[in-house]
């Protein structure tokens, strides 16, 4: 079946640092790809999106481009802050309609 | 506009008693989902209802676990009885239609602690 893998973490980065959360699934089909943020105490939150190949996500400074060669949607932004400390989640939707979610990752920003 | 309201935010009870979790949707939502999400993974769909229908409950264990959606608003999903294993963060969704494309909005969750 569908599934969603995401590197383990937790990632410790200092501010200013990049960023890079790998994330690659296995699918049927052609997927719709999301990553959703968990800020401490508050529900999931949709932060980018793609629905083809080749796109494109993007928000708030994080980045991330579908790549069916690969089969990834790693997440990246050039220079995180305090405030992007968050749990992670890459997640698809495939042709069940259902999201799936990976592991989730989190992230931890040292001033 | 006001978001996915759930409550309580946390509950603690003992294994063999039942639980119960509430959900209200964005207004208008026609879809509503629940998810469970163990610590350390990532949340598990249990349910879907398009307005008061089921559309898919093939990962809720039927045997302890149920849900209704009265009305086609808002939800309520009941353990009962609860086992260790259910401890988990509930999480209840809400979009506004059942398409592949609709983006779908989170509660803040329930953390259920069963001892």
């Known amino acids: 079946g569908d599934s969603v893998t995401q590197m383990e973490g937790p990632v410790t980065l200092s501010e200013e640092a990049f960023l890079t959360i790998n994330c690659t699934y296995t699918?049927?089909?052609?997927?719709?790809l999301f990553w959703y943020v968990q800020y401490p105490g508050e529900g999931l939150q949709l932060l980018l999106k793609?629905?083809?190949?080749?796109d494109k996500g993007s928000n708030k400074g994080f980045e991330a481009t579908y790549r069916k060669e690969t089969t990834s949607f790693h997440l990246e932004k050039g220079s995180v802050q305090v405030s992007d400390s968050a749990v992670y989640f890459c997640a698809l939707r495939g042709n069940t309609g259902k999201l799936i979610f990976g592991q989730g990752t989190t992230l931890q920003v040292k001033p | 506009e006001a978001g996915v309201a759930q409550s309580p935010r946390y509950k603690i009870i003992e294994k063999r008693q039942s639980v119960a979790f509430w959900c209200n949707p964005i207004s208008g939502h026609a879809t509503l989902y629940w998810y469970q999400q163990i610590l350390g993974q990532g949340p598990k769909l249990l349910i879907q209802f398009q307005n008061n229908g089921v559309v898919d409950d093939s990962q809720l264990p039927k045997d302890r676990f149920s849900a209704e959606r009265l009305k086609g608003v808002d939800s309520t999903l009941k353990i009962q009885p609860a086992k260790l294993e259910d401890s988990a963060v509930y999480l209840c969704?809400?979009?506004?239609?059942?398409?592949?494309?609709?983006?779908?909005?989170f509660g803040p969750g329930t953390r259920l602690t069963v001892l």
């Open positions: 793609a629905t083809k190949a080749d």
């Open positions: 969704a809400s979009s506004s239609q059942r398409g592949l494309y609709n983006e779908q909005f």
């Open positions: 699918a049927t089909g052609y997927p719709s």
